[in-house]
């Protein structure tokens, strides 16, 4: 079952303009992380956020939580051609003693030079 | 370098022949998960194993078989019950805390 879904499912921008894609999630959570993938390549971790966590940055990406309203975002900035790919969100079930992630469907981005 | 290799990249099969995906690790991570991705889609959990000589079903793991007999090595055999088993399939390790995740490059399997 998929717990994270994002939003938009496909964004298109000018190099330079900053990208906003949201998840949201139905269960509570211990963290959520946000991956990269590239087109037919696997998936590269960019950063965590935990549930007590509010905001959180990393370079160009800013990360955002609300545990209210079970959704994060995330935001590119001064987007660069390079970071055309897909963008995934990924949330935490615990169960039977161990952690399983949860991938969303994903947000393709498309960052026009 | 220390990472997930998977092999081979492309994997063409004739329907109703099981197959292998390689899977090995050098990062001396304990949890080791295989994924299915199609066309346009998330991840689908297919088996984790968390440590050697044990594993779990995920969420679609019919059709599929594992084993975990050495740490570095998370082998999935795609058998002939699989009823639609052309898609790309990733391969990733963590830690046993299981937050970040590293992926192998991913084996792309056509069946036809």
């Known amino acids: 079952s998929q717990q994270g879904e994002e939003d938009p499912q496909a964004l298109s921008i000018q190099e330079g303009e900053n990208a906003t894609m949201n998840c949201s999630y139905k269960t509570s959570i211990n963290n959520l992380q946000w991956y990269r993938q590239n087109s037919g390549r696997g998936l590269v971790h960019l950063i965590l956020i935990r549930s007590n966590e509010r905001e959180k940055h990393s370079g160009r990406l800013r990360v955002t939580l609300d545990t209210s309203k079970k959704s994060s975002s995330l935001l590119i900035t001064a987007s660069r051609a390079a970071d055309t790919a897909s963008y995934f969100c990924a949330t935490d079930r615990f169960t039977s003693g161990t952690y399983k992630y949860i991938f969303g469907t994903g947000t393709r981005l498309k960052v026009l030079a | 370098d220390g990472g997930i290799t998977q092999s081979p990249k492309y994997l063409f099969r004739k329907e109703g022949q099981n197959v292998t995906l390689s899977c090995e690790q050098n990062l001396n991570h304990d949890a080791m998960y295989w994924y299915r991705q199609d066309p346009g889609q998330g991840l689908r959990l297919i088996y984790y194993s968390q440590i050697v000589n044990d594993f779990q079903k995920g969420d679609i793991a019919e059709g599929y078989s594992v084993s975990r007999e050495k740490k570095e090595s998370f082998p999935l055999t795609v058998t002939s019950a699989q009823k639609n088993p052309t898609a790309f399939y990733l391969c990733?390790?963590?830690?046993?805390?299981?937050?970040?995740?590293?992926f192998g490059p991913g084996t792309r399997l056509t069946v036809t």
């Open positions: 990733a390790s963590s830690t046993p805390a299981a937050y970040e995740q590293y």
